[in-house]
């Protein structure tokens, strides 16, 4: 798992003074951006100078408690499923000052050449990355 934290500033909020759903996918891809941080270049090298991108193909998300302004929101990142081109990142967001899980996003995305505009085997150093924060199958009730 790893963990990114961010406030929630008053550009995030609505009418109703809580976060904006939308805004939840950014953040998201800001945690998704520091995932990827290890990789030689970061996020920022796979995609500019690799031409290897993970564009979205399935976006599931569970809003379950309200976010505000100046609260600080933890978003702990694992990868839920692996597969050669595929994979699954969950996000749990966490409202920081008491610990609730506010909400989960489950993003699915397909390693891709951005030159060829289709999908790719995934690059080793990614698979790697994804692998080291799989998580782990729930215990068998049996």
């Known amino acids: 798992m790893i963990a990114y934290r961010r406030p929630v500033r ?15 996918m950014s953040y998201a891809h800001e945690a998704m951006e520091h995932f990827f941080s290890s990789l030689v270049g970061g996020y ?5 100078d690799r031409r290897v991108g ?3 193909v399935k976006l599931e998300a569970r809003y ?4 505000r302004y100046g609260d600080v929101v933890r978003i702990e990142v694992t990868t839920l499923r692996l597969g050669n081109r595929s994979a699954v990142l969950r996000y749990r967001f966490i409202r920081e000052q008491d610990e609730v899980l506010v909400a989960e996003l489950d993003h699915t995305f397909v390693t891709s050449d951005l030159h060829a505009l ?3 085997e ?3 150093d990614v698979r ?14 049996m």
């Open 10 to 24: 008053f550009e995030d909020v609505d009418a109703a003074q809580i976060v904006f759903f939308g805004r939840y």
């Open 44 to 48: 920022a090298g796979m995609i500019m």
């Open 54 to 56: 993970v564009p979205t």
């Open 64 to 67: 379950l408690a309200p976010l």
């Open 118 to 120: 289709r999908s790719c």
């Open 122 to 124: 995934m690059p080793a």
């Open 128 to 141: 790697e990355a994804l692998l080291a924060h799989l998580e782990a199958p729930p215990a068998s009730t």
